[in-house]
């Protein structure tokens, strides 16, 4: 037997899940049940996962499945004690006429590990300010991402403009030509076209307003090659 939060983080996932195609996020799962913590939330997803309600999917951010639902909320019109969940939905219209239909997309939740600079380096950021939803087809096979909000416009002819977000993976080396992040002396850290010549490095802007940077190739440490990108309107 479920408890009433319990029901209600159900009810609000499947709610979620059935508009969307993608579970609510643990801050909007937080907000939506009004507790003060994303710690409830973990408990009562842990819980629903002993009962074999939901199952969390391994080494996928923001990913879970539903394997069961109580009698009680397969009922016509079932309430979790009254609860009802934050959703907010326009007018239905009707599509256009060459519309295709919305199918479910796979989503993750990546964390934004700060600001990289396009344009005179900055600081190495290692500390997570937020998160981000993200496409799973935005990313690149196996292996670790993260984002990083752009700032400045050494990247605007490569289509990157101050304050998006892009998707990185990580990885410790590129090819010529990729757009990577890349780690300058142990403490700058910058997005830049990566090319090696020799035992050099250089790493060009995609500005003629900003001159190409050269390094012996041990001042230049790659942390990750551009994957995706994200522009908010």
């Not at 977000?165 to 850290?189: C, P, T």
Request: net charge neutral; proline share 6%; hydrophobic share 45%.
């Amino acid at each position: 037997m479920l408890t009433r939060k319990q029901l209600e983080l159900l009810d609000f996932i499947k709610t979620r899940m059935d508009r969307d195609g993608v579970p609510p996020s643990f801050d909007e799962m937080k907000d939506a049940l009004d507790l003060r913590s994303k710690s409830g939330i973990h408990r009562l997803i842990t819980a629903l996962e002993e009962r074999g309600f939901i199952r969390r999917l391994a080494h996928r951010a923001r990913a879970l499945e539903i394997l069961k639902l109580p009698e009680a909320m397969e009922k016509p019109g079932f309430i979790a004690g009254g609860f009802s969940p934050k959703v907010i939905a326009g007018d239905k219209v009707d599509p256009p006429r060459a519309a295709l239909p919305i199918e479910a997309i796979h989503a993750m939740e990546l964390p934004v590990m700060g600001r990289i600079a396009a344009g005179v380096p900055i600081e190495a950021i290692s500390h997570v300010s937020h998160h981000v939803a993200v496409p799973g087809s935005m990313l690149a096979g196996r292996g670790q991402h993260y984002a990083l909000e752009v700032k400045g416009d050494s990247m605007i002819e490569a289509g990157i403009n101050d304050g998006d977000i892009v998707v990185i993976r990580e990885q410790n080396s590129a090819e010529n030509g990729e757009i990577v992040v890349a780690l300058v002396e142990d403490h700058e850290a910058t997005l830049k076209r990566f090319r090696r010549k020799g035992n050099m490095i250089a790493l060009e802007a995609a500005n003629p307003a900003y001159e190409t940077r050269v390094f012996p190739d041990h001042m230049v440490k790659v942390q990750g090659r551009l994957v995706g990108l994200i522009r908010n309107y």
